[in-house]
């Protein structure tokens, strides 16, 4: 594989595709160093290659280097702003390091370039309720049920959201969507639990 793909490239020096299954490769035999070489070369020949700034994110992210992937994301959001993807991956790196300000900036940016997205409310009711903002993550949580009525997902996190605002026949009723949409829904288990133990608690102290 690494001969043909090196052929490839002596033939045509601009063939990107084989410089980045030449990375996967050195990947996949776990030589770092080789990893970046050949998305580098890529870059020599297009500075400006979208793809290759990507997978150099997605590979950062693999091995853990956040803030250098953080560079490389946003160098492909700049050389091709019309893409969502390098907007998720770093609204979820700064969810990891608990940047929840700067993961709901990259989200809102998503909106702005397609406002039909589910997912980028449900994250930023995520967002909003790590940051104690309840009442607008309920909005964010039923702005994701508006434009996906089966996400039970997010039926999960308002339920679990609206515990946090006292409103505790609302959660069951959420909670309980969520599990009729998708039994597998742990999370959905999880809050529940919490509601009967919030129930349970209040009936033994009243």
Known sequence: AITLCEEAISSDSNCEIAYFFLAEIMEEIEDPE?????????????????????LL???FVRIGV???????????????PSQNEPLFKLASIMSIMQKYEEEIFYLKKIIDLNNQIPKAYNLIGLALQSLKNYEEANERFLDAIYLAP???????NLGKNLIELGRLIDSYECLHKSLEINKD???AFVGLNNLFRIIEHFFKNK
């Open 34 to 54: 080789a990893v970046v070489s050949y998305y580098y070369k890529a870059l020599e020949q297009n500075p400006n290659s979208y793809v290759a700034h990507l």
């Open 57 to 59: 994110g997605h590979y």
């Open 66 to 80: 956040n803030e250098t992937a953080i560079k490389f994301y946003k160098k492909a959001n700049i050389i091709d």
């Open 150 to 156: 089966n996400y039970a997902e997010a039926y999960t």
């Open 185 to 187: 829904q742990e999370e």
